[in-house]
């Protein structure tokens, strides 16, 4: 008989596929349905954040950087922040209502960030009605943005020192009514998800990768702690009196999509607890003196009231501020995992450097562990999984 002649086949996937998760390029070399190699390709949004930061003063900085991971903004500009403040040493002056109001605006972000995650991800995989549950929780939290700032998807309400206006009457009603909610909105997302058995034969056993490879790549966040890596920003390195919280670092030890789902949905579940705690310590505003909410610049009705916050405020806002000569990096828990910002000061109203880690990034790295030797319909679950934000890794 002759040879059968047989040859792989090389295609690209993205980067215009809705599948990868914005502008991700994908080379693979397929046999048949089987991937045999994977080649990410990057940088094609390429939006050159972090050196226009370096001709922006530094309060203009939050803008840029919340634009980074656009479904995780405030845990950027959150970073940044606390960068600032260190290199400033006023990170022991911060207002006790300012960290909890941070850690409250941290968790909220948190769990829009996973509600996006897991209605794309579940209509990727064919459970499309998963998608429309979350977005409906996710638009409530995008009205408390609303609220805060008036801008939904890229509020810059952090300011270096503090937030940039207290609260606004009817923010805690609204919080704690969604709070006290959304426990059973979880478990109607897992009544959907979890015991399917269509859902579990595309998550179980798809996109393995293992504990040796997931410590040398460098991966954080989900997916290091879905290998049974416990490592979490807020409990190993505390900031924002974290250790202060009663909460839990979900972790599973199979390294696969279904693990990382799993991982995630439990972070939900510890970030709720963790947003009822700090709803808790934050004085509901018009109750008493509420206390202040930033020291730089002067509150509102200080600039109002009083010359010398006036003219401080109008030059905070003209020229800027000076960060003393040195740098620093303070790393956070975002929703993808540890990121931070590094930023360098030669004593100017302008960082000199700043210089991101990155989360996503590292984690298209391990696309190709996970995925070779799997099938193309399986790399669609594997991208999911990996909840990977372009603007964070071509930034």
Known sequence: MPDIRTETLTVNMGPQHPSTHGVLRLVLELDGETIVSLDPTIGFLHTGIEKTAEQKKWQQVIPLVERMDYLGPQSNSLAFCLAAERMLGIEDAIPERVIWI??????????????????THGMEIGAISVMMYCFREREQLLNFNEMLAGFRMFPSYLRIGGLREDLPRGFHEAVGDFLAKFPGKLDEYEKLLTKNQVWMKRTQGVGRLSREDTMAMGLVGPVARAVGIAY???????????????????????GDVFARYTVKVEEMRQSTRICLQALERITPRGVYDCGDYRIVPPPKDRVYTEMEALIQHFLLYSQGFNI?????????????????????????????RVKARAPSLLAVQGLEKMIVGGLVADLIAVIGSTDVVMGDVDR
């Open 232 to 254: 979490d920003v807020r409990k190993t390195f505390p900031y924002l009196r974290y250790d202060t919280f009663d909460f839990k670092v979900p972790t599973a030890t199979e």
């Open 324 to 352: 003393p000569a040195g740098e620093c990096y303070v790393p956070v828990e975002g929703p993808r995992g540890e990121h931070g910002f590094y930023i360098v000061s030669d004593g100017t109203n302008r960082p000199i």
């Open 102 to 119: 941070r850690v409250l605006i941290a968790e909220l972000q948190r769990l829009s960030s996973h509600l996006v995650w897991l209605g």
